[in-house]
Structures are given as C-alpha cells and as structure tokens.
C-alpha cells in the first residue's frame, strides 16, 4: 500500500489528470488494493490508502473515478466512524481524502451527505488532537457549500461551542462556524447569523488562554487552522461580515473593551 501511493503521488500533479488513469476502468488495478488498505491493513496502510484515494480523485478525470466513488467513500466513513481505536494520522488522511472529493466530484459524494456531515460535525469535537478538528471544521464548510439547509448545522456547532468546557474543543467549533458560514452565506438564515452574532459578543466578555482581545484572522478568502480561541473568533466575524449591519452589536463590544 504505501509504495503505491507513492507511485500514484508521482504520477501527474494534483489537478492534472493522468492519461492512464482516464481509461475505461483504468484505476480498477488499484482499487481491492486501496480498500484492502483501508479496511484490514496497519495504521501506517490505513493512512495512505485514504491519501491514495485523495490522490486518484485528483489525478481521474470525473467520468472515470466515478464508479469508484461509492466503493471508496463508504470505507472512509466507516474507519472514521471507528477511529477512536486508531492513531490521529489515520483520521487527519481519512477526513483530507473525503474534504478532496466533496471539493472536486461533490456531485458524486450527494447520496452520502448525511452521513458525511454527521462525520465532520463530530470529528471537530474530537478531544484527541486539534488538527483532527481543524481538518474537520474545514470538511464541513466544503460540504455545506452543496447543502441547502445549514441553519441546524449552525445551531448545533454555536450550541456545542458555548458548551464545550475544552477550550481547545470550543475553538475548533467555532472556526467551524466560520467555515460553514463563510461556505454557505445565500443560505445561512437571519436567526442563525445572529446565533453567531451573540456568541461573538459573548467572547469579550470571557478570557481564554489569559488574552480577551480578538485578533481577525480570516483574510474573507480562507482560514488557517486557528490555534487560539481569539483567532477562530475573528474568523466567524470576517465570515459574517458580508451582512455588516448585523455586526453592529459587535462593533459595540469592542468599542466597550477598547
């Protein structure tokens, strides 16, 4: 497994297909390989073969992977939904090949939208390490770009957020949020904003990690793995800042700390 998913690594470039690969059934060679990988194999073959799937879907042409879409994406879910017996590497590669397809063949992914929301939700509350989180919290925002409804969603994450006693936990929900709203602004609803809105006003009032100041880390294109609750924090209000007016409470707590 992993002298395979160096050699597909090496085939190409990410975003340039391979011609082999965009044959009738050209990635089929590779397929028992991956998922046995995957499923059976050691952590270290768990690993790459998530990133070897990653890889394909960057290097297939569409119509080509498609019919390996449903046989790879059910075992990534699955070994996530397991992943508490596995080291963070596994479920950092499992969560980065889900967040490669959502963002290049999500049309393909659509049956298993639920499933894969339950899946980054619940991973951006994994106490075992933040860049589990991080990786998650970006997950969800990709696949709430091709979701209707994302007000539940919010509601839930600004719910858990407030209620989250691991401050470590509570950052990595809200730069959820902010992906998700940044993702997803036509369809975050009013009520659902200000949701966010009062948890915002809520940080300056509370000290983390000894800092009350909020520091605006988005640059309104894309975020950074926050590290630092004040950091995740700016980020939702750069992702909330298509609405100014809605901000305004905000505006006032700053101007009440400054």
Known sequence: MVPLRRSIESAGAPGRTVPGFNLPKGVSPLVPIIIAGLTT???????????????????????????????????????????????????????????TMLEIIP??????????????VKSASDPAASNIRGRAARGLGVL??????????????????????????????????AYVVFNARANVGDKARELCVELISAAFKRVH????????????????FAEHYSEAVGDLVVAL????????????CVSLVG
């Open 144 to 177: 709430m770009k091709h979701q209707p409804r994302v007000d539940p969603v919010i509601s839930e994450l600004v719910t858990s957020a407030n209620s989250s006693e691991d401050e470590g936990v509570a950052t990595s929900l809200i730069l959820a949020l």
């Open 241 to 252: 800042s298509d609405k100014p007016d809605l901000l305004e409470p905000v505006i006032k």
């Open 41 to 99: 194999g050691s952590n270290e073959q768990r690993e790459q073969a998530a990133y070897a799937i990653g890889d394909l879907v960057e290097r297939t042409d569409e119509a080509a992977i498609k019919p390996f879409v449903v046989p790879f994406t059910g075992p990534l879910i699955r070994v996530a939904t397991q992943a508490t017996t596995y080291p963070p590497g596994v479920k950092i590669a499992i969560l980065s090949a889900l967040t």
């Open 209 to 224: 990690g000894g800092k009350q100041a909020i520091c605006f880390h988005g640059d309104g294109l894309s975020f950074g």
């Open 107 to 120: 049309a393909f992914l659509k049956p298993f939208f639920p499933q894969l929301q339950r899946t980054f």
